[in-house]
């Protein structure tokens, strides 16, 4: 398995990328309302990025068609922006950017609420965040990355919620998708070990009813939860630093610097 220990120059370039990405979902954020189409938040989003000199990673990506992923509701990742797709109050909604800046990627996502929606719903966005923020906490030099899937994973099911592991987080930065798998699902102390210089992303998936996933037909793209029960993800692009981790794409200052 061959892990990139980035240099600093790459870090710094990542570090960039992971703040614009970051910066894309705090400007979409007014504009996520009923009404309207996911198809126009995608529009918005691929200006932003290129007006900041960057480019949507995801536009052309192995044929994928538009600038972002919009995941509402069922959709547990890869929904593709459509004019057919209406915000309805009462929606999550899971928005993933990833942007290229000088070569260099950050790649990020949340969830976002249509006005009000159900008690299940909210329960599983801020269950579905704080499974991130366990993972988060995981990251130092000498830790296994299974660490990272085992807590998550042991506080999802604690709540009544399932894991998807179907798909994981990945290692990013100098290319879009690199190693190590970083599993939302382990065992305690397996995987590899985290070194300083690493760059990937946790993003842990969590459904509401069945951990299971089906990718539709039409588009060969949008995985949706088997039972049309709903699903919720947060990411972030985290940086091994020589005593902890540095989460890149937070450009709210939620995290310190550890």
């Not at 459509?82 to 109050?89: G, M, Q, R």
Request: charged share 20%.
């Amino acid at each position: 398995m061959n892990i990139i220990i980035k240099t600093k120059e790459q870090i710094e370039g990542i570090r960039k990328s992971s703040k614009l990405a970051g910066e894309v979902l705090l400007y979409i954020a007014d504009f996520v309302k009923e009404g309207v189409n996911t198809y126009y938040l995608d529009q918005l989003i691929h200006n932003y990025i290129v007006e900041h000199n960057a480019i949507p990673a995801t536009m052309n990506y192995n044929g994928f068609p538009k600038s972002c992923c919009t995941s509402p509701n069922d959709v547990v990742c890869h929904g593709i922006p459509s004019e057919d797709v209406i915000l309805k109050n009462g929606d999550i909604l899971n928005i993933d950017i990833t942007t290229i800046l000088n070569g260099y990627f950050g790649d990020t996502s949340k969830m976002f609420i249509v006005g009000e929606t159900s008690d299940t719903a909210m329960r599983l966005v801020n269950a579905t965040k704080h499974c991130m923020d366990l993972g988060i906490q995981q990251v130092r030099p000498g830790n296994h990355f299974g660490n990272i899937g085992y807590v998550i994973s042991r506080y999802a099911i604690a709540q009544g919620f399932t894991v998807v592991y179907e798909y994981c987080g990945h290692g990013v930065g100098i290319e879009f998708h690199e190693e190590p798998q970083v599993d939302h699902a382990a065992r305690k102390n397996s995987g590899p070990k985290m070194k300083p210089g690493m760059t990937f992303t946790i993003e842990p998936m969590i459904n509401e009813g069945k951990p299971r996933v089906k990718v539709d037909e039409t588009d060969g793209w949008t995985a949706r939860t088997v039972d049309k029960k709903l699903s919720a993800q947060f990411e972030h692009t985290i940086l091994v630093t020589e005593t902890g981790y540095e989460v890149l794409t937070d450009v709210a200052n939620e995290y310190q610097i550890s």
